[in-house]
């Protein structure tokens, strides 16, 4: 079992940076993907959570949305039991309820679907003022 929790949304303005964590507890927390998603406002089920950024168990390989590119970056602290989502350039359409996920399954890839993600937190928002 992983339990995840997420910190650092606020609001920012347009142009602007925030650093989301994700905390996740138990030994094996090395051994799992993380991905990044969102869930704009007016949105509320779980399978209409946007993809935002990914990283698989060994951080090797990183994916990220095409909205994000170039301004997002995902990264992990496996000693901290934390990844963190470094978001750069903030826009107004960023705005949202971001969440940190896992799958149950350990030492797998890349996950962009919210339905194959297990643990969720129960995230942090971001707002973006224009």
């Known amino acids: 079992q992983v339990q995840l929790v997420e910190s650092g949304g606020g609001l920012v303005q347009a142009g602007g940076s925030l650093r989301l964590s994700c905390a996740a507890s138990?030994?094996?927390?090395?051994?799992?993907?993380i991905t990044w998603f969102r869930q704009a406002p007016g949105k509320e089920r779980e399978l209409e959570r946007e993809?935002?950024?990914?990283?698989?168990?060994?951080?090797?390989?990183?994916y990220y949305a095409d909205s994000v590119k170039g301004r997002f970056t995902i990264s992990r602290d496996n000693a901290k039991n934390t990844v963190y989502l470094q978001m750069n350039s903030l826009k107004p359409e960023d705005t949202a309820v971001y969440y940190c996920?896992?799958?149950?399954?350990?030492?797998?890839?890349?996950?962009?679907?919210?339905?194959?993600?297990?643990?969720w937190g129960k995230g942090t928002l971001v707002t973006v003022s224009s």
């Open positions: 993809f935002v950024a990914a990283m698989s168990w060994s951080g090797d390989s990183t």
């Open positions: 138990g030994r094996t927390f090395s051994m799992y993907a």
């Open positions: 996920a896992a799958p149950s399954r350990r030492y797998t890839g890349i996950y962009t679907k919210a339905g194959d993600m297990d643990y």
